[in-house]
């Protein structure tokens, strides 16, 4: 079954924007960390960016100063906005959470079905 729902991907030119959301598809007990992955044509799926629950965040270097990922905890939402778009940024993207699903449950990761960017002229 879908843990978590993406939404937002599409196709964009060169220096354009996306900004793309995941929400949790059920109800969480607790989730620590949040974050999206990507995987493009022919490469290993690669950090992008995760928040943590303090607010820190990490990003690739290959996407700092260009995307921002943000959370509402409140609603376990997690977002990413994409500006200044690349064709290297074109991949799969998919999002992550790292909790649990109740109080009696070891912490473990959930991933979303992906979606897909694709950043051409």
């Known amino acids: 079954q879908v843990q978590l729902v993406e939404s937002g991907g599409g196709l964009v030119q060169p220096g354009g924007s996306l900004r793309l959301s995941c929400a949790a598809s059920?109800?969480?007990?607790?989730?620590?960390?949040m974050g999206w992955y990507r995987q493009g044509p022919g490469k290993e799926r690669e950090l992008v960016a995760r928040?943590?629950?303090?607010?820190?965040?990490d990003y690739a270097d290959s996407v700092k100063g260009r995307f921002t990922i943000s959370r509402d905890n409140f609603k376990n939402t997690v977002y990413l906005q994409m500006n200044s778009l690349k064709p290297e940024d074109t991949a799969v993207y998919y999002c992550?959470?790292?909790?649990?699903?109740?109080?009696?449950?070891?912490?473990?990761?959930?991933w979303g079905q992906g979606t897909q960017v694709t950043v051409s002229s």
């Open positions: 059920e109800r969480f007990f607790s989730i620590n960390i």
């Open positions: 928040i943590i629950n303090g607010g820190s965040t």
């Open positions: 992550q959470a790292v909790g649990a699903k109740t109080a009696a449950l070891a912490t473990r990761e959930y």
